[in-house]
């Protein structure tokens, strides 16, 4: 994690995303919290090199506008002021909460060298089955691997899941974009071989990175 991004870059571009989103965003969520229903509430967290922190979130009424606020993940949007203070990150590990199981390492797990972050990786990949130890060999992946590229990544795939109508609560599927199959991944490969496959103007799939991992998909599986 030696590089120019990580030792700073990374932290000023979330400060300037920061503004940039909470511009538009801030006057949203004092308006929707005019809404029935609609509250402000805080949760304690355990970030960087272990420190707790308030993240602060929205909770939203079992309507059906409360729940497109969960779908799009509106109700995260007051943790941006968690990344302006420097709690959070745009991306990084999922944010444990106290009284969850920690690395058999604690807190000199790789994970807790990073922020965490308001994107994971872990979201991205597949949800079904996976254990704690599963989800910190990602944290460590990606703490050990930091860059602009990766993040970039990250927050490529992110966007993607959210049009495509993706939520925290259903399994992981194949993404596919114009013809394209986009799997879980943890590396930056992903952008490259979106670009490529416009560049050549083709129609391809992209194997996902698990070898041992088979899903259907329209009575077939990928591999």
């Known amino acids: 994690m030696n590089n120019l991004y990580a030792r700073g870059g990374k932290r000023l571009l979330d400060i300037l995303r920061g503004v940039i989103i909470a511009a538009p965003v801030a006057p949203l969520i004092a308006l929707f919290m005019l809404f029935p229903g609609i509250h402000l509430v805080v949760k304690a967290r355990i970030g960087r090199q272990g420190k707790r922190f308030t993240e602060y979130r929205l909770r939203c009424p079992p309507d059906a506008f409360g729940r497109m606020l969960e779908r799009i993940s509106f109700h995260r949007m007051p943790a941006i002021w968690n990344i302006l203070r420097g709690d959070m990150s745009f991306v990084g590990p999922r944010a444990l909460k106290p009284d969850e199981a920690m690395p058999s390492d604690g807190q000199s797990h790789p994970r807790f060298s990073v922020r965490p972050g308001l994107i994971s990786p872990w979201w991205l990949r597949v949800r079904s089955n996976m254990t704690f130890d599963r989800e910190f060999d990602v944290?460590?992946?990606?703490?050990?691997?930091?860059?602009?590229?990766?993040?970039?990544?990250?927050?490529?795939r992110a966007a993607l899941a959210f049009a495509y109508g993706k939520d925290e609560t259903e399994n992981e599927q194949p993404l596919e974009l114009l013809g394209v199959h986009?799997?879980?991944?943890?590396?930056?490969?992903?952008?490259?071989?979106?670009?490529?496959?416009?560049?050549?103007?083709?129609?391809?799939?992209?194997?996902?990175?698990?070898?041992d991992l088979k899903k259907p998909v329209r009575g077939r599986f990928l591999n």
Not at 139 to 156: E, M, P, Q
Not at 185 to 204: H, L, P, Y
């Open 139 to 156: 944290d460590a992946d990606y703490a050990r691997t930091v860059s602009l590229k990766h993040d970039l990544s990250i927050t490529l």
């Open 182 to 211: 986009i799997a879980s991944r943890t590396t930056a490969e992903a952008i490259d071989d979106i670009v490529r496959i416009v560049q050549e103007g083709r129609r391809a799939s992209i194997p996902s990175c698990f070898s």
